[in-house]
């Protein structure tokens, strides 16, 4: 058999096992779910990837933004892309102790972006921190310099491998860059987290009621949050809403865009939120919202079908 041969064969065995493991994962709720997203202003409205606060979405071009996010290379993956590159002072921590962690963002032209940065969720910058097996979830706001040199204070509560994301918009299009953080010592990652639907937190029973997620497809979460068996209505702005939601895809962890949804005067218990799942497959979704003035965090493990 001759080499080009055998390269075609190789391809379509890798192509039929790949479709095979897909179509092997459990689905949960597989409905179709197409939304409508709040309104936004021009300063919040990434060109290609759609508001963070969410856009008013023909069912087309609904269509069209997550064909076009399903096919580009998923977020998080990546310490340089576009010409933009995340640079990290230091990248080994102590674990268990309080550091500073410093970076840059540098532009196509090697230098520090500084007076670029476009404002989303009230921030210029948003900092996800979470180890490897997706615990010790932290969403930070560092501050910038006049070099444009971002820094916050960061504890890596336990030894392990984190994954840092630098959550950013320029030019009117929302970039996420990534690198690993390495805290030394002995290391056993957790469990893998079994499928939930649920969480508790400071007395809140915080429930995720619809995923109608499908792989491909912008589709709509909704969380609620009740106390003592009643809609809790006290959910205070968070970040310019109701809440923030992070999704990671588990294994390689790609971090995904999440916007939120118009809010209802009627459904003031609800976090709505609009999520274009790239793949079928397992995700961890981390949701933070505000009440009594503090910031709240529950967690959730959803199973994305094809």
């Known amino acids: 058999m001759n080499p080009p041969t055998r390269i075609a064969l190789f391809a379509v065995t890798v192509g039929l096992a790949a479709g095979g493991a897909a179509l092997a994962g459990a689905a949960i709720d597989p409905t179709d779910g197409a939304v409508t997203a709040a309104p936004h202003s021009a300063a919040d409205a990434p060109a290609a990837q759609g508001s963070p606060h969410g856009g008013g979405h023909t069912s087309d071009r609904s269509t069209t933004a997550a064909t076009e996010s399903a096919q580009a290379p ?151 949050v009740s106390r003592n068996g009643r809609p809790a209505t006290d959910l205070q702005p968070y970040l310019g809403a109701r809440g923030h939601l992070v999704a990671l895809r588990a294994g390689d962890l790609a971090y995904l865009h999440v916007h939120p949804l118009e809010e209802t005067a009627t459904q003031t ?24 003035g503090a910031v709240r965090t529950v967690d959730y493990t959803v199973e994305v079908p094809r």
């Open 269 to 292: 218990d609800q976090i709505r939120f609009a999520a274009t799942f790239p793949t079928a497959g397992r995700y961890r979704l981390f949701l933070q919202f505000k009440t009594d």
């Open 74 to 224: 998923a977020p998080g993956l990546a310490i340089s892309q576009d010409g933009y590159t995340l640079k990290v002072d230091r990248t080994t921590l102590d674990p268990g102790r309080p550091a500073r962690l410093t970076f840059q963002i540098l532009g196509p032209d090697g230098r520090p972006l500084r007076d670029e940065y476009e404002r989303s969720h009230e921030r210029e910058l948003h900092l996800i921190v979470v180890r490897r097996d997706t615990t010790g979830f932290q969403h930070l706001h560092p501050t910038k310099d006049g070099s444009g040199t971002w820094g916050t204070p960061l504890r890596l509560a336990e030894p392990g491998v984190y994954r840092m994301y630098a959550d950013f918009t320029v030019e009117g299009q929302k970039r996420t860059l990534a690198a690993d953080l390495n805290a030394p010592g002995a290391f056993l990652p957790a469990k893998p987290v079994a499928l939930t639907r649920s969480d508790r937190v400071a007395g809140l029973d915080v429930r995720l009621d619809s995923t109608r997620a499908r792989a491909g497809t912008e589709s709509e979460l909704t969380f609620t």
